[in-house]
Structures are given as C-alpha cells and as structure tokens.
C-alpha cells in the first residue's frame, strides 16, 4: 500500500525530509579555521603578537609549565621548548563564537604529575560595522580531558580578571572547568555569563592546566582545549535606565503585595 498517494501526506513527508536534511547540514558544520597556526612559543616571545579572530583580538600571551617529560629524549621539557609544540589558531566555532584552540603534548605520565598556566588578554574590537559598541558577554571553554587507568586527573581550569587582575562576577560563579578524575565523573564543556550590569570590553583569561597520573599504569593528559567568547551589545544609557527603573517598579508591587 503507497501511503504518500495522498497530497496532504506527501506534503508531509516532504516536509520531514527537508527538515532531516537542515538537521544533518547543521551536524555537519564545522568549526572553520580563520588563522595560520602559530605556536604557542611565537606569542609568548613577541608580546607585540597579536591575533585578530572575527570580532576578537587576542595579545600578550604569557606561558609556565612544569613536571611535562620529552618524550624523545626522556628530559623535561622546560616551559619555552613545550611552547614550541603547543599549535593555537583561531577559529570561528559552529555555535557562532570566535575563539581560540590550542593543541599539544600535555601529558602526565605513570606516577608523574604536571602543571602549566597560561594568561593572554581577549579584547572586543569596537566600534562594529552598525555603529555600536559590544562586551565579553558569555565565556566558553572545551577540551578533551583524559584520564587512562585507575586513579588520576586531567584539569583545565579558566578564571576570568579585568587588567588589573580582579575577578570579573561570572553566572554561574567562576572559574570554568573541564576535567575528568578517576574515579570520578567527567566535564568536556562549560559556560559561565558576565554577571548582570556588567560590560567588560576585556579580559584576562588565565587558563590552570593540572595532570595526574598518580599510580602506575595511568596517564593523563588533555591534549586539546579550545576557548569561545560570546558578545552582546553594550545598552545605550537611556536602554539601560528603562531597565533598572523596570526592576525597580517590579520590586515595589512585590512589597506592596507582601505588605
């Protein structure tokens, strides 16, 4: 029996296969590249370095690490030579986002731990093309945290300053994370808002990498992460007026109802 015979059905089916077909484009759209790769070594040794990503403008790079071991020759790594095979580029993200990615041998072997920290400043280029001006209004941050064998850790960890080194208020409350402890659960992405009323133009993001391999027959590593930032327009003053007058009016019928 043909059950698209009638008009109205095929109608129908035709509909449900066109919006399979959007939903399978929109699976397939990836991250788009908008950088040369750099390495993570150029942007800490030229402080003058920057990286413009979409609406996005990324500088003063500065890297530490310790307890990393070279493979090939057994040593450890000191900070500037790991730099050297940490690729970062940057990228417009499949949600819309401009971001960076960054991407090397951050691993911890049986037994070991390591730890690493990274700081840049992340800037919103102002004014846009329609005339206005945006702020950092969302933080994003993703990463492939692994741990292999019976007790361990792998930690990215993503705190979010003004220039003068102040905690920005996040919702909910700072700092990001993705990680996985053994035993444990697993985190692979978090997002945390600019608190309400705030409109930071910039940011310091520094960024806490933390492995542990802590018994024989572990490893742990997060050999990629990746950090999005989402903007909205800065409220023109009177906009913002409207707004705070509304909350207030708000709380004036609350109390005069509890009353």
């Known amino acids: 029996m043909n059950h698209l015979k009638s008009p109205r059905l095929k109608t129908v089916a035709l509909a449900l296969l066109g919006a399979l077909s959007f939903g399978a484009v929109g699976l397939a759209h990836a991250d788009v590249t ?6 993570l070594a150029e942007l800490v040794g030229d402080q003058a370095l920057t990286i413009q990503v979409g609406d996005k403008l990324f500088s003063h790079f500065d890297w530490h690490a310790n307890g990393f071991y070279n493979d090939a020759t057994g040593g450890l790594w000191n900070s500037l030579d790991l730099a050297a095979h940490i690729n ?3 990228e417009q993200v499949n949600n819309g986002n401009y971001g960076l990615d960054f991407t090397g041998p951050l691993q911890a072997h ?3 731990s390591a730890s690493a920290q990274l700081t840049y400043t ?3 280029v102002n004014p846009h093309a329609d005339g206005r001006n945006w702020y950092l209004s969302d933080f994003h941050l993703d990463g492939d945290p692994l741990v292999s064998g019976g007790n361990g850790q792998a930690v990215v960890r993503e705190s979010v300053s003004d220039l003068q080194h102040t905690l920005i208020p996040l ?8 990680s996985q402890y053994v035993p444990g659960v697993a985190v692979y992405n978090d997002e945390a808002f600019t608190q309400a009323g705030l409109f930071p133009t910039q940011a310091e993001i520094e960024t806490t990498i933390l492995l542990s391999a802590s018994i024989p027959g ?15 327009p800065v409220p023109e003053p009177s906009t913002w007026a409207m707004v705070l007058a509304g909350f207030a009016a708000i709380g ?5 109802r509890s009353a």
């Open 88 to 90: 970062v580029h940057g």
């Open 252 to 256: 004036f019928v609350q109390r005069r």
């Open 34 to 39: 908008l950088t040369r790769d750099y390495t």
């Open 171 to 178: 919702n909910p409350a700072g700092p990001l994370e993705v």
């Open 218 to 232: 572990t490893n742990a590593s997060v050999i990629h992460f990746q950090q999005q930032f989402s903007q909205a």
């Open 122 to 124: 992340v800037s919103v």
């Open 110 to 112: 049986p037994g070991d």
